[in-house]
């Protein structure tokens, strides 16, 4: 997950490789790693498994390999959005325990007097909770983080409910997809309300403990287990990510890689899993049909990769980036999980789809480089991103500098991506080509992308 704000410009290790196929996957596993990470300008540090049937690959490696150390096997790391999926597990028992049913209207699992919004009479139901078609924005109205760098700290559920207020949906419930961590936090908050305890404890009852995921957790630090640290994408540290308990089934878990592998091989029925609880993960797998047409389970996307379809979520935190996905067919899957945030150089994504199918292309590391004069030249000028919010890039000897009205001017780097990036702080300007050249660009920053266009002619290059 990430926190979308308006722009504010302010040694590599192997585990043992087991028989010539283990082995095979092993050095995947290890290549594809490398190729993506080995010198890369974000300075990310990746802890990896891949599951296959019976056998288990890890790796972990480090753009800068003196930063091997950096992180670990008893490392946990902030998994962001895949949070959901296990909330959506909780969600699932109950539903087959018949306690809780895909067509609940949202309302009925909040307190009394909640003002839900619906569209023409037609409510917010679960499913469109869980399918991200809801129509709730993907925040809260009223949240006003202390600290941007750490957005969900002091949210609470009586601020989550009194937004509700402000919500009037544009279209009915069901009919577009528009990812909405708002949904996720009341469904987080209900299920704890629900079962009449807080959600650290329930998700420790009915899934870190089931699953044999011993250092899951979400405030309560397990003995022996050190949080890793977050990075920005220029190397720097970033605060942790916190939330009052009961809403952190919306990004709050934070785990080991092994608490992970165990995670996957129960979503693949793999392992000692009692059949409760094998019957949930199941279910949360399982298509949801709504008017949007998009292929989506409960908090799962279900892309095609080859011949397959893959279950997959991606979680992002100001700090960290992290993936699981899984194929039941084949009984494979994968975990990946860095200290670093990554959204917007393109995720975790970009390495997961080429380790399921090797026909999909594999990025490089992005590495930094000194930009053409000419690319320079090109992109000088003023522009008007979407939403209406004013930016001048202008070429200053030999790099790119940014500006916003009433903002300092930031300095950019530029890597083999063919992106931009500002130095001190976690952002990406990516070149948008048209026959005619440079036209114009896309700004990345905080989970938001926005489109930029020309609305003057290039500036004079500044001697």
């Known amino acids: 997950m990430k926190h979308v704000r308006k722009i504010l410009l302010g040694a590599c290790m192997a585990y043992a490789y ?17 190729q993506r990470f080995s010198g890369d300008r974000t300075g990310a540090c990746v802890a990896a498994a891949m599951i296959d049937h019976d056998h288990i690959s890890r790796s972990m490696v480090c753009a800068d390999p003196s930063q091997h150390g950096r992180i670990s096997a008893n490392s946990a790391f902030e998994i962001g959005s895949v949070s959901k999926t296990m909330t959506s597990a909780l969600l ?6 018949h306690k809780a049913s895909l067509d609940d209207p949202l309302s009925a699992w909040l307190p009394a007097g909640s003002k839900v919004p619906d569209f023409g009479g037609q409510p917010i139901l679960l499913r469109h909770v869980v399918t991200h078609t809801s129509g709730l924005p993907g925040l809260p109205s009223r949240i006003h983080p202390a600290n941007p760098a750490n957005p969900y700290a002091d949210l609470d559920e009586a601020t989550l409910l009194a937004s509700l207020g402000d919500v009037k949906l544009q279209q009915a419930p069901g009919v577009q997809f528009a990812y909405s961590n708002y949904a996720m936090m009341l469904l987080s908050s209900a299920l704890a309300r629900r079962a009449g305890t807080d959600l650290e404890s329930l998700m420790q009852e009915r899934l870190f403990g089931p699953l044999g995921m011993k250092d899951a957790y979400i405030a309560k630090v397990p003995e022996g287990v050190v949080p890793a640290v977050g990075h920005y994408p220029n190397g720097t540290v970033a605060p942790a990510w916190t939330f009052q308990t009961n809403l952190a089934g919306v990004g709050g878990v934070r785990a080991t890689l092994d608490d992970m592998i165990h995670y996957v091989q129960a979503e693949l029925g793999q392992g000692k899993v009692d059949a409760a609880t094998l019957a949930a993960l199941r279910l949360t797998q399982q298509p949801i049909k709504t008017a949007s047409g998009r292929p989506m389970a409960m908090n799962w996307m279900l892309p095609n990769v080859g011949q397959a379809t893959i279950v997959i979520h991606e979680g992002g935190t100001g700090g ?23 959204t917007n150089t393109g995720g975790l994504g970009e390495v997961a789809l080429p380790l399921f199918d090797p026909t999909v292309p594999l990025r490089k590391s992005r590495r930094s480089l000194a930009a053409p004069p000419a690319l320079l030249d090109a992109l000088a000028g003023d522009y008007r991103l979407q939403n209406g919010m004013t930016m001048t890039l202008r070429h200053k000897g030999d790099v790119l500098t940014v500006q916003v009205p009433g903002q300092p001017e930031f300095t950019m780097g530029y890597d083999s991506a063919d992106d931009f990036y500002p130095l001190k702080l976690d952002a990406l300007l990516h070149p948008k080509h048209d026959s ?3 036209d114009g660009f896309l700004w990345k920053q905080g989970g938001g992308v926005f489109s930029a266009e020309r609305v003057a002619a290039p500036a004079a290059k500044t001697p």
Not at 18 to 34: F, K, M, N, P, W
Not at 92 to 97: D, N
Request: net charge negative; glycine share 8%; proline share 2%.
């Open 18 to 34: 087991v028989g010539t196929a283990a082995a095979a996957t092993d050095g995947r596993l290890q290549s594809v790693l490398e």
């Open 92 to 97: 699932a028992e109950l539903i087959l325990q």
């Open 320 to 342: 960290f980036s992290s993936l699981v996905a899984f194929d039941p067919a084949s009984q494979r899957g994968l975990v990946l999980l860095s200290d670093t945030a990554l």
């Open 436 to 438: 005619d050249g440079h």
